[in-house]
Nanobody, 124 residues
Framework: QAQLVESGGGSVQSGGSLRLSCAAS????????MAWFRQAAGKEREGIAY???????NYADSVKGRFTISQDNAKNTLYLQMSNLSAEDTAMYYC??????????????????WGQGTQVTVSS
């Protein structure tokens, strides 16, 4: 099972940008997929982006065109570049990895390993 540690969260004004990182260990990084999820207060966890070993990326409509997921296999690190942030993006952001089924997607139950989360707060 992978160990995942997110970083890069913080407070930013509306329209600003942030880049989140997720350092992975104990994981065969090159074989499967990783994803970013977020959970706002009082809401369910939402899948926002995933990327496969072949660098295929898919996004939720809520972030498409504003967020970019990427990975550095040499550093075993997943990234999420977020731009044009709004108050609706305020949430705890989690990275996820290691889908036992080998399937990739934006559904939380697909993934076995989760980080502890990093908070993103956007003020208007």
């Amino acid at each position: 099972q992978a160990q995942l540690v997110e970083s890069g969260g913080g407070s930013v004004q509306s329209g600003g940008s942030l880049r989140l990182s997720c350092a992975a260990s104990g994981y065969s990084y090159s074989r499967r997929c990783m994803a970013w999820f977020r959970q706002a207060a009082g809401k369910e966890r939402e899948g926002i982006a995933y990327i496969t070993a072949a660098d295929y990326a898919n996004y939720a409509d809520s972030v498409k065109g504003r967020f970019t997921i990427s990975q550095d296999n040499a550093k075993n690190t997943l990234y999420l570049q977020m731009s044009n942030l709004s108050a609706e993006d305020t949430a705890m952001y989690y990275c996820a990895a290691d889908p036992p089924s080998g399937l990739c997607g934006l559904v939380a139950r697909l993934y076995r390993s989760w980080g502890q989360g990093t908070q993103v707060t956007v003020s208007s």
